[in-house]
C-alpha cells in the first residue's frame, strides 16, 4: 500500500483530468497523450524533462528532510529566490569575467544564500519558538519583492534598454545533451538524491530525523536535539533550494529577472509527499511532476488549454495523494454489527506508522 | 486632519479582509482544525464573488456565492483531515495550491471586468459630519458586518452553549466525545464557518477594494489571517486589535507618498510580511503562555475510540 497509493491517486488525477477537459470542452485523451506522451517522444521533450526536473528533486529532496520530522519549510521559494540572487550577484560581480572557477563560486554563493534565508525561520523557531511555516512563507513574499527591487534598481543591466532584468550572465551551466537546454545540474541533483538517501536511511541523522517526527517524546527520551535537527533540515532544505535557484538562473534564464520564481519551491512540497518523503521516489515524482509542466505548455500551444489547468492538476493530485494514505495508515472494513444495526464503513485504527496504536473495534 | 481621516479609513479598508478570514479561522481554531488553506479559501471566494457579481449584479447573491465557495473548500478539507484523517498541514497546502490553480482557471474570462460600485452606509446628518461622520457612518456594509461578526463569534464562545461544545470539542476532543458531543460534525461546521468567511473576505477584496479580478490577488492575506490568530491568542476582540494594526501598516506604505517618504515601493511592500514575522516572534517567545492559550487538540486528528 505503501508505494501503490502514489499510482492509486495518479489514476485518480487522470480520472478526474478527463472529466476536467470535458468541462473545458477538449477532447479529453487526447489531451492527456497531449500532456503525458508527446514530451517523451522526442529528444528535446526529454532534455526539457530534465530541465523541469531539476529544481523540483532537488528542493524536494531538501524538503523530505525536514518533512520526515515535522519540520515544515513551506518557503522553499522564497530560499530559490534568494539563492538565485547570491548566486547571480556573484556572476555579476565578476562580469565580463569567465572561468572554470566561477561557475562552483555561483554555485556556493547560491547554496549560502539559500540556507542563510533559511536560518531565519530556524533561529525564530528555536529562539522564539515562532511558528516555522508563516515565517518561511512571508519570507518567500519578502524574497520576491526583494528580487524585483533589486533587479529594478542595482542590478538592472546597464546596457538595457530599462527593462527590469539584469545583464546576461557570461558563464552557463554545461550542458550534458548538446543542442538543448539539458544541464548538469540534472546530475548534481540526481548525486544530491543518492546522498540524501544514503544519510536518511542509514546514517544516525536520518533515524534521528525519523524518530523526532514519529515519536517526539521518544526523540526527547532519546536525547536527541530538536533544536539542531530544526536548524539541520533549514540549513540542508535551504541550501538545497538556493543551488536550485541558481542553477535556474545560470542555466535556462541566464539571468536575473523578476519571474524567476515561478512556483518550484510550491510544486516541490508535491513531489516529496508524492514522492513519500523517500529519495528514490522524488526522483521519479519529479520527472512526473516535470512532465505535467512540459505537457501543460504543448497543450497550452496546440489545445489552447489554459495554463491554470495545470495548477489545477497539481492541486488535485496533492489532495488525491493525502487521501488516499488513509489506505496507508488506516484498514478499511466493512461492519455489520453497529449499534443501530446499520451497515457502515468504518475506518480502524492505525496499523503502522502510529506508536500509540489503539487496539482495533471488535468486529 | 483629512489625511489623517483618509489613512484610518484606508487602514480600516485593509484590515477587513484580515478580520473576516481570522475571525472564521479563529472560530476552525477553537474547534480544534488546523486550517493552513485560509490563502486557498480567501483566492476561491474572491473570484466566486467577483463572478456571481457580474452573472447577477445582486450584491447578497454575490457575497452569499463567495461564503458558499469557500464553505464548499473547507469542507473538501473537512472530507480529507476529519473523514480520512490526513495531516492537516499538508492538507491546508494542498486546498492552497488547488485554490489559487481553480481560481486561476475559473477566472480566465474576468480579467479586466469590474465590478458595480459596493454600497456605503448613508445616514443623512450623521454620516455628514465634520471627521467622525465619515470614520463612523461612511463605511460599506461589509466592514460593518466583519465587525459585528467579532462581537457574534466573541458572545457565541464564552456565553452560550454552543460556544462551551465547540470549545470542549477544540480542547479535548476524547472527553468531549465521551459526553456525548458529535466532535467530526462539530468541527466540519466549524471549519466550514472558517472557509465561508474566508469566502467573504476574499470577496471583500474583489468586490470593494479594488474592485477588479486579478489573478492572486490574495497575495498572502490568508496567511496573515492565520498569523492574527496566533497574535488574537485565539480570542476575538484580540484579532480584531490584530487586523486593524496590520490594516495601519499596509496603508503607512500607500500613503508614505504622501508623507514624504523617499522609499522604494517594492521595499515597502514587505512591509506587512515583516511586521507579520515580527509580531509572531513578540507572541510566541513565551513558550507556556503559548501553550496555555492554544487549543489545547489543535491540530491533532480525532479518533472515536468506543
Known amino acids: 500500500m505503501f508505494c501503490l497509493t502514489p499510482v492509486l491517486a495518479v ?16 477532447p479529453p485523451l487526447e489531451a492527456l497523450s497531449l500532456i503525458f506522451v508527446a514530451p517523451l517522444t522526442t529528444l528535446r521533450g526529454l532534455a526539457e524533462l530534465t530541465v523541469k526536473a531539476t529544481p523540483l528533486i532537488l528542493i524536494a529532496i531538501g524538503l523530505a528532510a525536514g518533512f520526515r520530522a515535522g519540520i515544515w519549510n513551506i518557503g522553499a521559494e522564497g530560499q530559490f529566490t534568494v539563492g538565485a540572487l547570491t548566486g547571480g550577484s556573484v556572476a555579476l560581480a565578476f562580469y565580463p569575467a569567465t572561468g572554470w572557477w566561477l561557475l562552483p563560486l555561483m554555485a556556493l554563493a547560491g547554496i549560502a544564500g539559500g540556507a542563510a534565508w533559511g536560518a531565519i525561520p530556524a533561529l525564530l523557531r528555536t529562539r522564539f519558538n515562532a511558528n516555522e511555516i508563516l515565517v518561511s512563507l512571508m519570507l518567500t513574499y519578502v524574497a520576491v519583492l526583494l528580487l524585483g527591487s533589486l533587479v529594478h534598481g542595482p542590478l538592472r543591466d546597464p546596457d538595457g534598454l530599462n527593462f527590469p532584468e539584469s545583464r546576461l550572465f557570461q558563464t552557463a551551466m554545461p550542458l550534458i545533451i548538446s543542442g538543448t537546454r539539458a544541464h548538469v545540474g540534472f546530475v548534481v541533483a540526481l548525486l544530491a538524491a543518492l546522498v540524501a538517501w544514503v544519510l536518511l536511511e542509514w546514517h544516525l541523522i536520518g533515524f534521528q530525523i525519523k524518530v523526532l517526527g514519529q515519536a517526539p517524546r521518544a526523540a526527547s527520551f532519546g536525547g536527541f536535539s530538536e533544536r539542531r535537527l530544526v536548524w539541520l533540515c533549514f540549513l540542508v532544505s535551504g541550501g538545497c533550494a538556493g543551488l536550485a535557484g541558481l542553477f535556474e538562473a545560470a542555466g535556462p534564464v541566464g539571468q536575473l529577472v523578476p519571474q524567476l520564481p515561478a512556483g518550484y519551491g510550491f510544486t516541490a512540497i508535491i513531489v516529496a509527499f508524492l514522492g513519500r518523503l523517500h529519495p528514490a521516489g522524488i526522483v521519479l515524482a519529479g520527472l512526473l511532476m516535470a512532465l505535467t509542466y512540459i505537457g501543460g505548455e504543448t497543450a497550452q500551444i496546440s489545445m489552447s488549454l489554459p495554463s491554470a489547468a495545470t495548477a489545477v492538476f497539481q492541486g488535485l493530485f496533492l489532495f488525491f495523494l493525502l487521501a488516499c494514505d488513509v489506505l496507508v495508515t488506516y484498514r478499511l472494513r466493512w461492519m455489520w454489527r453497529t449499534a443501530n444495526g446499520d451497515r457502515k464503513l468504518v475506518v480502524s485504527p492505525p496499523i ?3 506508536p500509540l496504536a489503539i487496539r482495533p473495534l471488535r468486529d | 486632519m483629512d489625511l489623517l481621516v483618509n489613512i484610518v479609513i484606508g487602514a480600516m479598508i485593509a484590515a477587513t479582509p484580515l478580520l473576516l478570514a481570522a475571525t472564521g479561522e479563529l472560530v476552525t481554531e477553537r474547534a480544534g482544525v488546523l486550517n493552513l488553506g485560509v490563502e486557498g479559501m480567501m483566492i476561491v471566494g474572491a473570484i466566486a464573488g467577483f463572478s456571481a457579481m457580474i452573472a447577477t449584479r445582486s450584491i447578497p447573491l454575490a457575497l452569499l456565492a463567495a461564503m458558499g465557495a469557500g464553505a464548499v473548500m473547507a469542507a473538501l478539507f473537512g472530507i480529507l483531515v476529519l473523514t480520512l484523517r490526513a495531516s492537516q498541514v499538508a492538507s491546508g497546502l494542498a486546498l492552497t495550491m488547488f485554490g489559487l490553480g481553480l481560481s486561476a482557471l475559473w477566472g480566465q474570462g474576468y480579467s479586466g471586468l ?5 454600497p456605503h452606509l448613508h445616514i443623512p446628518g450623521l454620516t455628514d459630519l465634520p471627521l467622525i461622520g465619515k470614520l463612523l457612518f461612511g463605511h460599506d456594509l461589509l466592514v460593518y458586518l466583519s465587525l459585528a461578526m467579532v462581537a457574534l463569534v466573541a458572545w457565541v464562545l464564552q456565553g452560550t452553549h454552543i460556544g462551551l461544545i465547540l470549545r470542549a470539542v477544540g480542547e479535548n476532543h476524547d472527553a468531549a466525545h465521551a459526553i456525548g458531543y458529535p466532535v467530526i460534525a462539530c468541527r466540519y461546521l466549524a471549519a466550514m464557518f472558517g472557509g465561508a468567511m474566508a469566502g467573504l473576505g476574499g470577496a471583500y477584496l474583489s468586490l470593494v477594494v479594488t474592485p477588479l479580478w486579478v489573478e492572486r490577488m490574495t497575495a498572502g492575506r490568508g496567511w496573515i489571517a492565520l498569523a492574527l490568530v496566533v497574535f488574537a491568542a485565539w480570542r476575538p476582540w484580540r ?7 496590520f490594516g495601519g501598516i499596509t496603508v503607512l506604505q500607500l500613503h508614505s507618498q504622501a508623507l514624504g517618504l523617499k522609499i522604494d515601493a517594492q521595499l ?8 507579520t514575522i515580527a509580531v509572531l516572534v513578540l507572541i510566541s517567545r513565551d513558550t507556556m503562555r503559548q501553550r496555555l492559550n492554544a487549543p489545547a487538540c489543535l491540530g491533532k486528528p480525532f479518533h472515536a475510540t468506543a
Do not use: D, E, I, N
Open chain 1, 352 to 354: 503502522r506508522h502510529s
Open chain 1, 11 to 26: 489514476l485518480l488525477t487522470l480520472a478526474a483530468g478527463v472529466v476536467l477537459f470535458a468541462a473545458l470542452r477538449k
Open chain 2, 114 to 118: 469590474s465590478a458595480p460600485a459596493f
Open chain 2, 268 to 275: 515597502l511592500a514587505m512591509l506587512p510580511y515583516l511586521a
Open chain 2, 239 to 245: 484579532a480584531l486589535l490584530g487586523a486593524y494594526l
